[in-house]
């Protein structure tokens, strides 16, 4: 399609959505034509008065060629769904956009999984995260978040730390990334070959209310959706159910019965999710196998000590507290501190914080 200026130029009016834009678009079947026609003739095609009056408002003041070359020297560049390289994933959802904005490199990522939670991440969570990411990374998974706090910010670390590539959905424009914390972790996913995208303009402010078309956005890209942490009204559960809405697998870890981060995994479950225990299950159920150059460790081959190794078989898949270690093994505390410190180290463990330690 050409006049991709005055797609944008369109795109950037409020109250235009993909419904209501690509309905233009099939009308007009260029953009120009639509950009400067009769006000009356795009109420006619069903777009409400508000909107039509954004539209001509913003056309007597905007110039599209200067727009579209205003977001390039932002560093910002596009693809439209009518674009090659368009994800092909998300081009099969039902509504999908029909601009994406995005800074970093864009490939196939045909084989991608996303992994959302909870904004208010605990110890369980943050080990939970890691450890699986690392497993799907391996399994050469690309991995889709939001970059929101919790969860998906360590989705997003995870990936990097495991050498892996992963693409973050924003809830705005790039121009104003949100949580602003995160701000420099959307630069590392970048310089790391990753992606951060999104269908909102470039201007746009991050607000609640885009965050369930976001949300969509994550799934959409993804074979299936990956549910770590939640409550019951998390947001997470949203991107969980669109991914069940557009036929994609969805996977919940389950969680300790004392939290209330456990409730929304298992309500997913009640509604068809599968109950995840090792990442190996996601692998098996997308048709992956676990890459044979793998950088997990295994434990059985590397020259632990008898102490490493008793605390090791004791942990067990368990979160345990080192005081619990120490009376169960009958070894002193600081025979225990000293051991899992070392451990810790060596990528053997995960302190979880206030003295709870579980294994990588």
Not at 63 to 87: M, N, Q, V
Not at 97 to 113: F, L, M
Not at 142 to 156: K, W
Not at 278 to 295: A, C, H, R, V
Request: hydrophobic content about 40%.
């Amino acid at each position: 399609m050409g006049n991709i200026p005055y797609l944008l130029a369109l795109h950037s009016i409020d109250g235009l959505g993909p419904i209501r834009l690509k309905a233009i678009l099939n009308y007009f079947k260029d953009p120009r034509l639509a950009w400067e026609a009769n006000i009356g003739v795009i109420r006619e095609i069903g777009i409400p008065q508000n909107v039509a009056d954004l539209l001509a408002a913003e056309r007597r003041k905007l110039d599209p060629a200067l727009y579209a070359e205003s977001i390039k020297k932002a560093g910002i560049s596009w693809l439209t769904i009518f674009d090659e390289h368009y994800p092909y994933l998300l081009k099969q959802i039902y509504d999908p956009p029909v601009v994406i904005y995005y800074k970093g490199q864009i490939k196939k990522d045909e084989k991608a999984i996303a992994v959302v939670g909870t904004r208010k991440i605990t110890g369980y969570g943050r080990a939970v995260t890691e450890q699986f990411v690392k497993r799907l990374v391996d399994g050469g998974l690309t991995i889709v978040s939001g970059l929101a706090r919790g969860i998906d910010a360590e989705a997003h670390l995870s990936t990097i730390r495991a050498g892996g590539r992963t693409i973050a959905v924003l809830g705005g424009g790039l121009k104003n990334i949100y949580p602003p914390e995160n701000r420099s972790l959307a630069e590392r996913i970048i310089d790391r070959g990753g992606l951060v995208l999104s269908e909102f303009p470039p201007d746009y402010p991050s607000m609640p209310g885009n965050f369930p078309a976001r949300n969509r956005i994550i799934s959409g890209l993804s074979l299936g959706v990956l549910v770590v942490e939640a409550a019951e009204d998390s947001g997470s559960l949203i991107t969980a159910r669109i991914a069940l809405e557009q036929g994609r697998e969805v996977f919940a870890v389950p969680g300790p019965v004392t939290s209330t981060l456990s409730r929304g995994p298992v309500d997913l479950m009640k509604e068809g999710a599968r109950p995840i225990f090792d990442p190996q299950e996601i692998l098996e159920e997308m048709g992956f196998k676990q890459n044979q150059n793998s950088n997990i460790k295994n434990t059985n081959d590397v020259n632990l000590s008898e102490e490493e190794k008793k605390i090791l078989e004791y942990l067990g898949n368990e979160q345990l507290h080192m005081d619990e270690i120490c009376r169960n093994l009958k070894m002193s505390a600081a025979q225990v501190s000293g051991t899992l410190l070392k451990m810790e180290i060596a990528g053997l463990v995960q302190n979880l914080g206030n003295g709870t330690y579980c294994r990588i």
